[in-house]
């Protein structure tokens, strides 16, 4: 099983580098919609059982924040939206 | 292995809140879209080519968000904008490019229904305010929670 994990998920740290990365785009496509989408899955997946007190609180924030962000990716799929992004003045 | 896990989640949420590598979420796209919708003061919808370009200010910034059908100028749009193009470094580039490509600014209230609908909708304010306790209606026909698949099978005691 450990090597089943090993072979189909990234690392947690490996995930959250990505992610991290990949929001300093300007503008988001339908392509990088569902590729945040999907790296949200896997940060999701990914995150340890906690153990101390700090662990599970940060680890409660991050769910939160994660169903957060589904629930409105959800919404915006169904107004059809193709492109979101953000412009200085 | 687990420290590194623990240290890559706090900068994760410490980029949340750093202005430099701040970027568009999803929660706040919705909640810009209800205010530019609803024709909140900064807001503003354009319209063209059957597609619907809404902007709203957001954290010192402006962001938009595109709705709907013909794909060709939405890539063109967003690929100016990831400054593959060179001309769109601001909003008000964007919004000259746009009203010289057959954009025009229009009134909230003419956005068709079935966008204000969802957009204002009790069930998006749940979204927007990031409740977790979504309203999930389930629709049943008539007549079957009392429907038994299996009325022959007997339960031994």
């Given at each position: 099983m450990k090597m089943l994990f090993a072979l189909f998920y990234l690392p947690l740290w490996m995930v959250v580098a990505v992610w991290v990365i990949l929001r300093r785009k300007k503008a988001l496509d339908e392509n990088d919609l569902a590729m945040r989408a999907m790296l949200l899955n896997d940060i999701y997946y990914a995150l340890p059982v906690p153990k101390g007190r700090f662990e599970r609180m940060l680890i409660q924030k991050i769910i939160a924040y994660i169903e957060r962000e589904k629930a409105a990716m959800l919404d915006l799929q169904r107004l059809g939206v193709r492109g979101i992004g953000m412009l200085p003045k | 292995m687990k420290r590194l896990s623990i240290l890559m989640l706090l900068i994760g949420l410490v980029s949340l809140s750093c202005a430099s590598v701040y970027s568009l979420d999803f929660y706040s796209t919705v909640a810009g879209m209800r205010a530019a919708a609803a024709g909140r003061s900064g807001t503003a919808i354009y319209e063209g080519h059957n597609l619907f370009v809404m902007i709203w200010p957001h954290r010192g910034q402006y962001a938009f968000a595109v709705i709907n059908q013909q794909g060709d100028v939405v890539d063109d749009l967003l690929r100016m904008v990831n400054a593959?193009?060179?001309?769109?470094?601001?909003m008000s580039d964007l919004i000259r490019w746009m009203e010289s490509n057959g954009f025009k600014q229009v009134d909230p209230?003419?956005?068709?229904v079935s966008i204000t609908s969802v957009l204002l909708s009790q069930v998006m304010a749940a979204v927007a305010n990031g409740s977790r306790a979504l309203i999930t209606p389930l629709i049943l026909p008539a007549g079957a929670l009392e429907?038994?698949?299996?009325?022959?099978v007997e339960v031994q005691q």
């Open positions: - | 593959n193009g060179v001309n769109v470094y601001r209230k003419s956005l068709p429907y038994n698949p299996y009325p022959y």
